[in-house]
């Protein structure tokens, strides 16, 4: 975009009347963040943009943002300080995971992406899997805690083969 995205118009010139869509405006301060040179505040993050937005919709999208936990932010007197929870794989990644977390059927969803696959990354998820299963031998089991014995399949017993667990927001915290 530039240092001024467009001409204060007042608010009745035609440039104001060009809306962006939430998502545009997410990416939009998500680049910016990551143009930042440490932790920035919400007006720097609005002067990057332009000053055809507002410092209210610049809070308003780092707030879902952070909600979203694609972005962190600390208290800096009065403000706040904010920075990308992480790089632009990363957040890819974070995407990926909430649409799938979405979908009823996980599994139909991820069968579906993986046969779509090219045959390259098809063979660096595999690479990426086995890798996994070797730094982390119990990777792949599916250990029982309280919370967890009972399924939405019934009661699981110890000892017993037990089907992959359904995804839950710690399995974010571990990286998965």
Partial sequence: MGGKAFGNFGGAGRERARRRGQGQLEAQVLAALHHAPGPVTAAWVQERLGDDLAYTTVMTILSRLHAKQAVTRE???????????????????????RVLDGEPDRDAVLTSFVSALSTHDEQLLRTLLDREATEDPTAGENPTTAEDTATADGPTTAGTATPPAPHRPSDEARGG
């Fill in 75 to 97: 208290r800096s007197g009065r403000a706040y300080l904010w920075t990308p929870a992480a790089d632009e794989a990363g957040l890819a990644a974070l995407r990926m995971r």
